[in-house]
């Protein structure tokens, strides 16, 4: 991880001292953590567009759904699966 650790909010923090080894790359990690912020986005967008007035969080979910899938296709290539 190149001289910084991930603090337990997510966040990149320099290390008090040394570098830490991490089992997964700054890259695949990055993927993981995009993905997952818009996987939990999916997931408020569905919960808002049941309100009234909820269209433009369906077209939101288009685009999220989108985004997810093409982070989810690139998470596959870092790991090296298909």
Known sequence: MQGQKRGSSGVMDRPAGGSTQSPV???TYNIM???VSKLEAIE???MYA???GGEIFND???EERQHAERL???LR???GGS
């Open 60 to 62: 939101l979910l288009v």
């Open 77 to 79: 290539t870092s790991l």
């Open 50 to 52: 049941e309100d009234e």
């Open 72 to 74: 989810l296709q690139e």
């Open 44 to 46: 408020a967008y569905e």
């Open 33 to 35: 953590q995009a993905l």
């Open 25 to 27: 790359d700054d890259k």
